[in-house]
């Protein structure tokens, strides 16, 4: 197992893992990737210290992680990779990261019917905060707390 990093001509690896991510959880993300293309990803690229993380095992994408320095904006992990410990891989990693980027926090957010990667981020140390937007709600990494995932 692999943990890289990706760039924006990486797109269509990144596309076939949101597709395969969407079978089983169509309603976790606004879009069901059908938009994800090579100028999109590039957008994506363009934001200040952005990241994308790919888990893979030389065959298949299981994980893909997008963030910046302070906000992890995506995580998708194919449905046959789910609970095998490749999203803590990819999470464990983008904190690394980000950590030595001097983030003092990291905030994230998610669908609020979307449970199972709500129980996923706060077995990982992330809690919610009060702040909602809709349908979303924060959830936020403390660095300066003693969290039982680093």
């Known amino acids: 197992m692999e943990v890289r990093n ?11 893992l949101i597709f395969e991510s969407f079978k ?3 309603g976790a993300f606004p879009d069901s990737g059908d938009t994800w ?19 893979d095992d030389k065959k298949e994408a299981r994980g893909l992680l997008m963030g910046t ?6 995580l998708w992990v194919a449905p046959n990779y789910r609970e ?18 001097n983030s003092s926090s990291f905030i994230l957010k998610v ?17 919610k905060t009060e702040e909602t ?6 959830m936020k990494y403390d660095c300066n707390e003693s969290n039982s995932y680093d």
């Open 6 to 16: 990706l760039g924006p001509a990486d797109w269509q690896i990144q596309k076939k």
């Open 24 to 26: 089983d959880s169509p």
């Open 37 to 55: 293309n090579e100028d999109l990803s590039t957008r994506f690229y363009k934001r200040e210290g952005f990241a994308c993380i790919l888990i």
């Open 69 to 74: 320095k302070g906000e992890l904006s995506r």
């Open 84 to 101: 095998k410990g490749n999203g803590v891989k990819l999470l464990n990693t983008y904190l690394a990261w980000a950590k030595k980027s």
């Open 111 to 127: 669908y609020r019917h979307n449970q199972r990667a709500i129980n996923f981020y706060e077995s990982t140390g992330f809690h």
């Open 133 to 138: 937007d809709g349908e979303l709600i924060y």
